[in-house]
């Protein structure tokens, strides 16, 4: 048990108190990084045929280790989640999302080996890789914080992406009405008036299709002003929360001092 509870320290951010959990960390988030610069250097013909071979290294060392780390946390679920059995606390892992991006990240990998997959498909699934860069979540500071942010503005966010789908489709339906005759090789249908409302109400203005009658122009003159505005409140509701976010976790900091670990220096929960 005791040799149990350590292995899960390295691996929980929670409980890193030594030079080891720190090792382990910064090691797993290296990794990752190099995983996905490596999966960016593979797109380029010239360095994959150059350095496939070392890719392939990297990719081969990483299933390993993340596979280890998949198990381990299996193995060791139930000192996370203490309120259920070892059986339900694995599989309360497994179907997390953490877990199932842990599997995610690892399983493309082996799939050829038991099933037959056309190499189309395999190219895909190799994109999983990328999945391995939200793993990081685990190792980050900063990324945990962004996340509660997300999680505390949520329905705020979903109130305005609500309100802009809104006016997307009522502008697209509006501008492929006032375009379709004049032209229906541009507005022939409402979808594709959809993507001129994207491109517009977030005034990018690819100017691939645009309006040509004089309606057509006031309406878009309409939808870019609207777009200043309602795009930007997602923004604006991210930054306050974000700002609050930092101020409470500065105050907790305060009123609850962590106490220092007197070998390596590191803060210790209390």
Not at 18 to 32: E, Q, R, T
Not at 158 to 171: A, G, N
């Amino acid at each position: 048990m005791k040799i149990r509870q350590q292995i899960y320290n390295l691996i929980d951010e929670d409980k890193s108190t030594s030079k080891a959990d720190a090792f382990v960390h910064y090691f797993i988030s290296a990794l990752i990084i190099i995983n996905v610069i490596a999966l960016f250097l593979e797109s380029y013909e010239n360095i994959n045929a150059a350095y496939k071979t070392l890719f392939w290294y990297i990719e081969i060392f990483s299933i390993i280790i993340f596979s280890i780390e998949y198990l381990i946390r299996i193995w060791t679920a139930d000192l996370e989640y203490k309120d259920v059995t070892p059986f339900k606390a694995g599989l309360k892992y497994i179907f997390s999302f953490m877990g199932i991006i842990d599997l995610l990240s690892v399983v493309p990998f082996y799939l050829p080996y038991f099933i037959k997959i056309d190499l189309r498909v395999i190219r895909v699934l190799r994109l999983f890789r990328l999945l391995r860069l939200l793993k990081l979540n685990r190792h980050s500071n900063s990324l945990r914080l962004i996340i509660n942010v997300f999680r505390r503005t949520k329905s705020d966010i979903l109130i305005t992406v609500f309100i802009v789908s809104l006016l997307l489709i009522l502008s697209a339906t509006l501008m492929y009405n006032i375009e379709n005759a004049a032209q229906p090789e541009a507005f022939a249908n409402i979808g594709e008036a959809l993507w001129w409302a994207v491109a517009t109400l977030t005034t990018v203005g690819y100017g691939d299709i645009y309006p040509v009658t004089g309606i057509g122009k006031i309406l878009s003159g309409v939808i870019a002003l609207l777009g200043i505005g309602i795009v930007a409140l997602p923004t604006g509701i991210i930054s306050s929360a974000y700002i609050e976010e930092i101020q409470y976790n500065r105050e907790k900091s305060k009123n609850n001092p962590l106490e220092q670990c007197p070998h390596c220096g590191k803060d210790l929960k209390k």
